[in-house]
């Protein structure tokens, strides 16, 4: 079983900027794409950014410039940059990873964390 578990939400004033964090715990050797989801308020949940096992990235068309998504293998923790907050940015957002041999895509995850809230005003 894998776990995930996002920190470093907040309420923020735009144009500020915050780093969340996903730890993993587990089985994490089964895991390969890795990536982060969002869901504002009364909307659906949507792909954000996703880094694969080698490295490569993939962004949203509206977080690309302001977000930036990485990995610290040792610490099996995901990160995700937030700069120049806007209000729109406000949503709950979800770490997930995808079982090994799955493509980096924007749907189709096996593993989610339970949420971390940005509030940009």
């Known amino acids: 079983h894998v776990q995930l578990v996002e920190s470093g939400g907040g309420s923020v004033q735009a144009g500020g900027s915050l780093r969340l964090s996903c730890a993993a715990s587990?089985?994490?050797?089964?895991?390969?794409?890795q990536a982060w989801f969002r869901q504002p308020p009364g909307k659906e949940r949507e792909f954000v950014s996703s880094i694969d096992t080698d490295g490569s990235t993939m962004y949203a068309d509206s977080v690309k410039a302001r977000f930036t998504i990485s990995k610290d293998n040792a610490k099996n923790t995901l990160y995700l940059q937030i700069d120049s907050l806007k209000p729109e940015d406000t949503a709950m957002y979800y770490c997930?990873?995808?079982?090994?041999?799955?493509?980096?895509?924007?749907?189709?995850?096996?593993?989610w964390g339970q949420g971390t809230q940005v509030t940009v005003s």
């Open positions: 587990g089985y994490t050797s089964s895991t390969s794409c």
């Open positions: 997930a990873a995808k079982w090994v041999g799955r493509r980096c895509t924007s749907v189709g995850y096996d593993y």
